[in-house]
């Protein structure tokens, strides 16, 4: 598959989050690139989760298990994947209706690509919001965008790579 089409398979492990879950589900519904699947990986939810989800059913692909944690969530929604590649998004976070096009646009400019990993603006409670680049210092090397070489290392460094920001290549050549 070539990524002038590549299909993004969007995994939301959701536990217990039935008021929050289905904000989640219309930022990915929003987006502006629109070949994607949503997979939602219920946790074993015993809040309602599973019927604030109906009226969706025709537009993602729900899945129940036991309750294992949210790896193991994530986990499954990445074994039921049909995507090139995988996107995460936290139940109770949503995503800018661009988060998709402007990543797979780093793909097709750079196809050695196997990661690219977004900033994110966190909304504390009283309504202040931070950058995360900023507030864990990646501002100070990262600039517009940073090619890294060994991205794990500087995932570990610098601890900014929360799920809901990243795009991973399902399968890296």
Known sequence: MSSENAMVSVVI????????????????LAQSYQDYEIIVVDDGS????????????????YMYQDNKGVSAARNTGIQESRGEWIAFLDSDDEWLPNKLEIQIGYVKSYPEICLVAANMTVIKPHGDTVSLFNAKGFDKIAGEF????????QLLRYNFAYP??????????
């Open 13 to 28: 492990p959701t536990y217990n989050r039935a008021p929050y879950v289905t904000m989640a589900i219309e930022s990915a």
């Open 46 to 61: 015993t809040d309602g989760t599973r019927d604030v989800l109906e009226p969706y059913r025709d537009r993602i692909r």
């Open 146 to 153: 940073l090619y890294i070489e060994r991205p794990l290392i």
């Open 164 to 173: 809901s920001t990243l795009l991973l290549k399902s399968q890296p050549s």
